[in-house]
C-alpha cells in the first residue's frame, strides 16, 4: 500500500497547475489532502467525487479556507472528524482503508500573528492526548500532514535565524519530540539519518525552491503496528515545485 501526503494550497489551483499528472506519476493507494481550500461542489464536476477515488472530504465552514481530505482506491470508512474537538476548520479526518487506519492532519499555523499563535498553541494542547491513544493502537495506523512545525535544526536550512519564528519555537520543537516519544515512527528521518533535510516547503521569496532552502513540516507518522510493514519512503520535490509550496511525502507499506 502506498501512501502519499500532500499539502496543495488550494485543490482548484492545484488542478490547473498540474494535480492530476502528479498524482498519477506517483500512483498513491491512498492520498491523504490538506489546505483543499474548497466544498468539493466548488471543484470541476469530474473532481467532486474523483474517478477511480473513494473520496472523504472535510472542508473548513469558512470558505476558501484551510480543509482536509482522504482520498483511496477501495472502499474506506470514515471513523471520525476533529482530534475530539469541534473542527470548524476542517483539520483532522480519519478512516480506515484495507485494515489500515489512515489520518489527514493539518495542523493550524502561528504565522499570521498572536491569535493565530494562540490558536495553534490550543490545538498542540489537546491533540497530545488524543494522538496516544492512536499510537497504542494495534491497528497499524499512519498519521500523515502538515503539522506547520520542523522539528530539529535538520529539518529547516535556516536555523539560527528562525529560532524565534513560528514553526520553529522551542516549545513547538518540544511537542513535536512528544509527539514522536508516544511510538510514531517519523518515517523520513528514520530512513535519512542526520542529515540536513529532506525538505518539505519553500517561501516563494528569493530562490528558496531552486537553492532547496526549505523547511521539513510535512510528515508520514507510523505508530508501531505500521512501523513492522515500512518498505520505503520519499519526500517528492517535483510536486513542491510545481503545483504547491509543498511536497508530496511517500511510504510503501508492506
Keep these: 500500500m ?28 491512498v492520498l491523504l489532502l490538506q489546505e483543499v481550500r474548497a466544498l468539493p461542489e466548488q471543484l470541476p464536476k469530474e473532481w467532486q467525487n474523483p474517478e477511480g477515488w473513494d473520496a472523504l472530504w472535510h472542508p473548513a465552514e469558512k470558505k476558501g479556507y484551510s480543509g482536509t481530505a482522504i482520498w483511496a482506491k477501495s472502499t474506506q470508512k470514515e471513523e471520525q472528524r476533529g482530534a475530539g474537538e469541534h473542527d470548524s476548520e476542517g483539520r483532522v479526518i480519519v478512516s480506515r482503508v484495507a485494515g489500515v487506519r489512515v489520518v489527514s492532519v493539518y495542523l493550524p499555523s502561528g504565522s499570521s500573528g498572536d491569535h493565530r499563535q494562540a490558536e495553534k498553541d490550543r490545538w498542540l494542547g489537546f491533540f497530545l492526548g488524543w494522538s496516544a491513544k492512536l499510537a497504542r493502537s494495534k491497528i497499524p495506523t499512519v498519521m500523515g500532514g502538515d503539522f506547520n512545525i520542523a522539528h530539529t535544526e535538520r529539518d529547516i536550512f535556516y536555523a539560527k535565524s528562525n529560532a524565534n519564528t513560528s514553526g520553529f519555537l522551542p516549545h513547538e520543537r518540544e511537542w513535536m519530540g512528544d509527539l514522536l516519544a508516544q511510538g510514531w515512527g517519523d518515517v523520513i528521518r528514520e530512513k535519512h539519518g542526520d542529515i540536513d533535510g529532506p525538505y518539505s516547503w519553500w517561501s516563494n521569496r528569493g530562490q528558496a525552491r531552486a537553492l532547496d532552502r526549505g523547511w521539513r513540516i510535512d510528515y508520514l507518522l507510523a505508530n508501531k503496528a ?24 511517500v511510504l510503501d507499506l508492506d
Aim: net charge positive.
Design 2 to 29: 502506498r501512501i502519499a501526503t500532500w499539502n496543495v494550497n488550494g485543490m482548484r489551483a492545484a488542478l490547473r497547475k498540474g494535480f492530476a499528472d502528479h498524482v498519477g506519476r506517483i500512483n498513491p493507494d
Design 226 to 249: 505500521a512501523q513492522k510493514r515500512v518498505q520505503d519512503c520519499h519526500i517528492d520535490r517535483a510536486s513542491g515545485m510545481e503545483v504547491s509550496d509543498h511536497a508530496m511525502v
